[in-house]
């Protein structure tokens, strides 16, 4: 990685605000999956090693600029605390005399966890003077910036990009480190034995990736409501399967613009669909036999037998989006599929995105995935362009 990260630099005895991505899934103010948490422990805990006052600071959800009591940060700090076994200072706020009362408080090693960036509209605002002195002010009490929030990386807001103005040094955590050394791994892979995944709903959501990995890749498995977008856009029918028009259109513009490396993206060859006009009957069907009324929502035998051998004989492999609507049975049967085939291929592999990740934590075959990404959007915007913009503001090693 050429970004600077905290190991080279001395910054023993000093205040670091630390932005870290605690944006993690509530249910009645509870976290249910923890893992971007536990994701930053160990830039975190290297910090208090070196006996710096730790500012975390995070956004949560998508408030817009209120204040919305159930997307505060307080359930992560206490989790934080009861994973770390350290006290975690929560502060009411991300800017403003709360937070410079409770740093002036703050001794070496301490802990504490500001409230919700994104209770301020001006930490994503459109215009970049007002996220710069956004920036100015969370940056107020800090000597230098961490920034271990990778699945945020890909926005140049406040909170990872304004306070890149205002602090020296600016450098990645040990998460980013990690992220960026992993996915790097896998936009640099030889063409052969290189294989993507990619399922999901939108074409036109990934037509970038696509555009960027399907020349150096050797095969591109498409799944999920992409695969209808394929289909239709081929003049297949495709009866009531999701299919959006942006997506048909993306899906044509990637048929035209990738016509030399074409016979590289496979779509499914069967598929089982749902009589939505009908009884709700479930039957198996190859894809050019679609019926109108009928809502295809999984990839069938043949589809998941082919692209678990590819996985299977695979040197390295990325893997975004579900194969099917994962979450109803039976329709998750594809996506597992793929899962269990991550888990034992031998090759380097790389998860990113929420319902894989998903997948190959109901397969229990997680610790056999040499990387899961903490961010979908940050990991797939990295392969298209080969940077991030907010890993970009950060120093230079």
């Known amino acids: ?49 070196q006996k710096c006052r730790v500012i975390l600071c995070s956004h949560l959800s998508r408030p817009r600029g209120q204040v919305v009591p159930e997307m505060s940060l307080r359930p992560c700090a206490e989790r934080l605390a009861e994973l770390t076994g350290r006290q975690v200072r929560f502060v009411e706020d991300c800017i403003g005399p709360q937070v410079e009362q409770a740093v002036a408080q ?23 003077a007002t996220i710069i002195e956004f920036g100015k002010k969370l940056a107020a009490p800090a000597d230098f910036f961490v920034n271990d929030a990778f699945g945020a990386c890909h926005r140049n807001h406040g909170s ?53 990995l399907l020349p150096k890749c050797e095969k591109m498995l498409i799944g999920g409501a992409m695969t209808w977008a394929f289909l239709k856009a081929r003049g297949y029918e495709v009866g009531m399967s999701l299919c959006q028009p942006a997506s048909v259109k993306a899906a044509r513009e990637v048929d035209a613009k990738m016509s030399p490396y074409i016979d590289k993206l496979m779509v499914p060859v069967d598929a089982y669909m749902r009589n939505v ?14 019926e109108p009324g009928w809502d295809a929502l999984d990839i069938g035998d043949r589809t998941r037998e082919m692209y678990a051998d590819l996985i299977l004989k695979a040197d390295n492999v990325f893997w975004n989006g579900p194969m099917g609507k994962f979450e109803d ?46 961010g979908g959007g940050a990991s797939l915007e990295y392969l298209e362009d080969g940077t991030l913009s907010a890993v970009e503001a950060l120093d230079d090693k």
Do not use: W
């Open 329 to 374: 049975k039976p329709f998750d049967e594809g996506t597992l599929a793929v899962a269990r085939a991550m888990g034992d291929c031998p090759g380097f592999n790389v998860v990113g995105g929420g319902d894989s990740v998903a997948a190959v934590t109901q397969m229990g075959v997680a610790d056999a995935i040499d990387h899961i990404s903490t």
């Open 106 to 128: 703050m001794q070496p090693g301490d802990l504490s966890l500001l409230e919700n960036t994104r209770f301020y509209a001006d930490e994503e605002a459109k215009d970049e």
């Open 277 to 290: 006009a009908g009884d709700q009957g479930v039957k198996y069907t190859t894809v050019d036999a679609i």
């Open 160 to 212: 990872t990009y304004g306070v890149t103005k205002y602090l020296s040094p600016c450098v990645a955590g040990f998460l980013v480190e990690l992220e960026i050394r992993s996915l790097s791994r896998i936009l640099n892979a030889p063409e052969k034995g290189f294989i993507v995944v990619l399922g999901g709903a939108k074409v036109e959501d990934k037509i970038g990736v696509i555009e960027s």
């Open 1 to 49: 990685m050429r970004k600077a990260v905290i190991t080279d630099r001395n910054i023993a005895e000093k205040t670091a605000l630390v932005r870290v991505d605690f944006n993690v899934p509530l249910n009645g103010g509870s976290i249910t999956d923890d893992t971007r948490i536990r994701a930053a422990i160990p830039t975190i805990e290297y910090l208090i090693e």
